[in-house]
T-cell receptor
Framework: GDSVTQMEGPVTLSEEAFLTINCTYT??????LFWYVQYPGEGLQLLLK?????DKGSNKGFEATYRKETTSFHLEKGSVQVSDSAVYFC??????????????FGQGTTLQVKP | DGGITQSPKYLFRKEGQNVTLSCEQN?????MYWYRQDPGQGLRLIYY???????QKGDIAEGYSVSREKKESFPLTVTSAQKNPTAFYLC?????????????FGEGSRLTVL
């Protein structure tokens, strides 16, 4: 079945370090891919998305490219801040009326940024 | 402002009691979803609804029930049949169930069974 796998956390970085959180997926069709962020005690917020192969999603300095050949959607940021400390979820979703429209999530990766 | 409102934010329940979590959206979205979040397990789908008066079971529906009498409301009842109900519950909605777009989430409700 369809699934999303993220690198295990926690990931601990110093401020201004480069961030990569790996995400790979297994899918039979052509899903849309998402990164969501969850700050402590809150719901999920959409960080970025990509709807087709080779698309690059970007927001707030974060980027991820939809790589169909490697079935990956790795999240990157060139210089992290303490305020980026959160849990990051990779997810996929299928379009099409035959599908539920539900999101399939990875297990989440906790990022801790130290000053 | 448009969004999704969940209440209560925190809820405590004694074993054997049913509790209902509220979810209201004013985004005019057709589809609504309930997810359960446990530490280290990501989010798992409990129930979803693509249209008023219709809903389907997700991956972990046992011990839960829902209703969708109005487009903007999708309450979740955690029944006494749910063996391990302590968790963080998230409600979400999307514009079209068949669209490729994102889900919008509420702030969540944390249920603790005493």
């Amino acid at each position: 079945g369809d699934s999303v796998t993220q690198m295990e956390g926690p990931v601990t970085l110093s401020e201004e370090a480069f961030l990569t959180i790996n995400c790979t997926y297994t899918a039979t069709g052509y899903p849309s891919l998402f990164w969501y962020v969850q700050y402590p005690g809150e719901g999920l917020q959409l960080l970025l998305k990509a709807t087709k192969a080779d698309d690059k999603g970007s927001n707030k300095g974060f980027e991820a490219t939809y790589r169909k050949e490697t079935t990956s959607f790795h999240l990157e940021k060139g210089s992290v801040q303490v305020s980026d400390s959160a849990v990051y979820f990779c997810a996929l979703r299928y379009p099409g009326s035959s599908n539920t429209g539900k999101l399939i999530f990875g297990q989440g990766t906790t990022l801790q940024v130290k000053p | 402002d448009g969004g999704i409102t969940q209440s209560p934010k925190y809820l405590f329940r004694k074993e054997g009691q049913n509790v209902t979590l509220s979810c209201e959206q004013n985004l005019n979205h057709d589809a609504m979803y309930w997810y359960r979040q446990d530490p280290g397990q990501g989010l798992r789908l409990i129930y979803y609804s693509q249209i008023v008066n219709d809903f389907q079971k997700g991956d972990i529906a046992e011990g839960y029930s829902v209703s969708r009498e109005k487009k903007e409301s999708f309450p979740l009842t955690v029944t006494s049949a749910q063996k391990n109900p302590t968790a963080f519950y998230l409600c979400a909605s999307s514009r079209l169930p068949e669209g490729p777009g994102e889900l919008f989430f509420g702030e969540g409700s944390r249920l603790t069974v005493l």
